[in-house]
């Protein structure tokens, strides 16, 4: 999800995933356990990053649960 404003944005990054149990309540596709990063930039030069856990669908990329 990248949310653009004036100045500031962020994107969030999957950096690697693995599969896991359990399946998505949208499209019923696999879950997996996700290594993401937020990355919170001003001009366009990184200033923030910040790395979590989530479970997220491998089909549809909805975001099952996370681990902040
Ligand atoms: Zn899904």
Redesign the pocket.
């Known amino acids: 999800m990248v949310c653009f404003c004036f100045l500031v944005d962020q994107t969030r990054k999957v950096k690697r995933s693995k599969p896991a149990a359990g399946t ?1 309540s ?4 696999g879950a997996s356990v996700a290594d993401m990063m937020t990355q919170t930039r001003f001009c366009f030069v990184p200033f923030y990053w910040k790395n979590w856990k989530a479970i997220i ?1 491998t ?4 975001m099952l649960k996370s681990y902040r």
Do not use: D, E, T, Y
């Open positions: 998505c949208r499209c019923g596709g669908c089909f549809c990329g909805a």
